[in-house]
């Protein structure tokens, strides 16, 4: 075990896309656990749209990133030195270290990972929180009903790639956005959307959804908001419902975007919008996960990784994926399990 | 009884706000009931937002008024000649015949209003459509709870005033907006609202409300739209709702207006934007009207009419209520019951 920790550092608040200079990479002493705590060496660290958020002075939902912190976010990773009785020397575990190589986390504040039931990895995407986001969202907040209409913007990223799987798990008609063609070519012929469209290669998004969703929308979840969003309040269904999951064209942004006010549609619809956050549904989310893993295993829910490699990778792996870069879910390969 | 009728006529469609001559008032023969029918003189007509959405072309959730079309509205009147045998002359009914002075309906499509009960043009307003829409989107809709904070907008018109002073009997602190000083005096000192502002006083909304609703918004009933229901959103609670009943800044606008998306405050709050329609609870008017009445009569609901006197001004009444010119609810007066 080498004497010292290498960490990601917050350096400055971004103005507008993050840049790799917001970020600091920095040697510090190798922590060591007291009682009750374990030592884990990162095999993969998450980078996430909400981090963002995390990254603005004010109120989001998650407590703000202090200038000088370790940047946060989700790992997998492996014990090597537990002082805690439930975990040992080569355990998986899921924690929450954040951008660093090794970390020190409270036992009680850790999960295991079985190795055996699917890669690792998949406990940071599929049959993580993107996973459990996209589960939750769809069935609880969309309510979603077998047989319904389903559009889903951010459709290639780690939560719509599940939530349109799942949609077709129950029987729906699913169409997807996204922002490149070969992301459209990924959840069409890939993942078994009926439809998609690259949204950056259309102008009229109103006359592209009477066109590939011509029985309305039922239930949009949306990952990204902007103009595409205010397409379906024209588009959605008597009783339609728009899950609010993530608006990823509007973390960047330094003033809000100007769109048109569109809240009457949902008078004539009776429609509704609704924010949601994995977090809410913490008390069933083994409920959720049991199922994922179910339709993982039985090849019903697919999943693709982008795996950057290298900590040291970890900024322009998120400024990246802030950008589009990624298909399916975006992971810094930080070590090899043992 | 005279020979002849007198009608307001749909002549265009109008452009922006509505004008007189988009209306016309014509002569036409006294029509005569068939069997089954009712012929009524009315006694009052009802003006309301909604009318304007269906001079439109477009899909609205009402059918569009066709251009030579009497305009269409709720009434009050008295049966001058009845061949249902559930209805005598004299009997006041409500009924839908629209801006005419006299109108034959089927005896099924009528109901019986009981003039000991309270006066009859109430059966318009605070014991008609505008109260069950107050009622039922805010308890249904808004799912209010006792005591919360609660935000209204169109705070002075028949819905608003009506959901602030039940949200009052239901033990909450009510914030009214409306667009006059008078308006403001009336919610806050006649009507028990704890605060109010006036829109057209206030430029940054935002500050306003944090200053008004210091605990933030539980309950945001909207009538109106714009700016101010953005300034909402950035003060809805954790699980706030925002019942979207009316729209009325927007309804006479060629194209929507524009304004800062903010959908993603919906997330941090994992709060809701649900439309609303008062037909939607239509089984369920009755126990609606029951509670409200003994509201009424008890004296914890209040109401207020601008009474509009001659048929021959429905035109610019109609007009004055979509500008804000009404306290209370908008009626025309068109004749005395005997």
Same mark, same amino acid.
């Given at each position: 075990?080498?004497?010292?920790?290498?960490?990601?550092?917050?350096?400055?608040?971004?103005?507008?896309?993050p840049?790799?200079?917001?970020?600091?990479?920095?040697?510090?002493?190798m922590?060591?656990?007291?009682?009750?705590e374990?030592?884990?060496?990162?095999?993969?660290?998450?980078v996430?749209?909400?981090?963002?958020?995390?990254?603005?002075?004010?109120?989001s939902?998650?407590?703000?990133?202090?200038?000088?912190?370790?940047?946060?976010?989700?790992t997998?990773? /492996?014990v090597?030195?537990? !002082?805690?009785?439930?975990?040992?020397?080569?355990?998986?575990?899921?924690s929450?270290? *954040?951008?660093?190589?090794? *970390?020190?986390?409270?036992?009680?504040?850790?999960?295991?990972?079985?190795?055996?039931?699917?890669?690792?990895?998949?406990a940071?995407?599929?049959?993580?929180?993107?996973?459990?986001?996209?589960?939750?969202?769809?069935?609880e907040?969309?309510?979603?009903?077998?047989?319904?209409h389903?559009l889903?913007?951010?459709?290639?990223?780690?939560?719509?790639?599940?939530?349109? /799987?799942?949609?077709?798990i129950?029987?729906?008609?699913?169409?997807?956005?996204?922002?490149?063609?070969?992301?459209i070519?990924h959840?069409?012929?890939?993942?078994?959307?009926?439809?998609?469209?690259?949204y950056?290669?259309v102008?009229?998004?109103?006359?592209?959804?009477?066109?590939?969703?011509?029985?309305g929308?039922?239930?949009?979840?949306?990952n990204?908001?902007g103009?595409?969003?205010?397409?379906?309040?024209?588009?959605?269904?008597?009783?339609?419902?728009?899950?609010?999951?993530? /608006?990823?064209?509007?973390?960047?942004? /330094?003033?809000?975007?100007?769109?048109?006010?569109?809240?009457?549609?949902?008078i004539?619809?009776?429609a509704?919008?609704?924010?949601?956050?994995?977090?809410?549904?913490?008390e069933?989310?083994?409920?959720?996960l049991?199922?994922?893993g179910?339709?993982?295993?039985?090849? !019903?829910?697919?999943?693709k990784?982008?795996?950057?490699?290298?900590?040291?990778?970890?900024?322009?792996?998120?400024?990246?994926m802030?950008?589009?870069?990624?298909i399916?879910?975006?992971?810094? !390969?930080?070590?090899?399990?043992?």
């Amino acid at each position: 075990m080498p004497e010292q920790n290498r960490q990601y550092i917050f350096a400055s608040r971004p103005v507008g896309y993050p840049k790799e200079s917001d970020f600091n990479l920095v040697s510090s002493p190798m922590p060591t656990p007291g009682d009750g705590e374990v030592l884990i060496r990162t095999c993969y660290l998450s980078v996430d749209p909400y981090m963002r958020g995390r990254m603005r002075k004010s109120k989001s939902y998650a407590a703000s990133l202090e200038i000088g912190d370790v940047v946060l976010g989700g790992t997998v990773g /492996q014990v090597v030195n537990s !002082k805690h009785p439930d975990f040992h020397e080569g355990d998986i575990v899921k924690s929450y270290l *954040g951008w660093q190589e090794y *970390g020190v986390a409270a036992g009680n504040s850790i999960q295991k990972v079985d190795p055996s039931l699917a890669p690792i990895s998949t406990a940071l995407g599929v049959l993580g929180m993107p996973g459990l986001t996209a589960y939750f969202g769809l069935l609880e907040t969309g309510q979603l009903e077998d047989g319904e209409h389903v559009l889903v913007s951010g459709a290639a990223g780690a939560v719509g790639s599940t939530v349109g /799987q799942i949609a077709k798990i129950k029987g729906c008609r699913v169409v997807g956005v996204a922002g490149t063609d070969e992301k459209i070519n990924h959840v069409v012929n890939d993942l078994g959307f009926d439809d998609a469209f690259n949204y950056n290669s259309v102008t009229d998004y109103d006359a592209k959804l009477q066109a590939l969703c011509s029985d309305g929308v039922d239930v949009y979840f949306d990952n990204t908001g902007g103009p595409v969003t205010d397409a379906v309040f024209l588009n959605i269904n008597l009783r339609g419902r728009m899950v609010i999951c993530g /608006q990823i064209s509007q973390y960047n942004l /330094q003033e809000p975007d100007l769109g048109p006010r569109l809240l009457w549609q949902l008078i004539t619809k009776r429609a509704r919008v609704e924010g949601m956050l994995v977090s809410d549904f913490a008390e069933r989310h083994e409920d959720g996960l049991r199922q994922m893993g179910e339709w993982v295993r039985a090849g !019903k829910l697919k999943y693709k990784e982008t795996i950057t490699e290298g900590l040291e990778n970890a900024a322009s792996a998120f400024i990246s994926m802030l950008k589009g870069g990624n298909i399916g879910k975006q992971l810094v !390969k930080v070590s090899e399990p043992e």
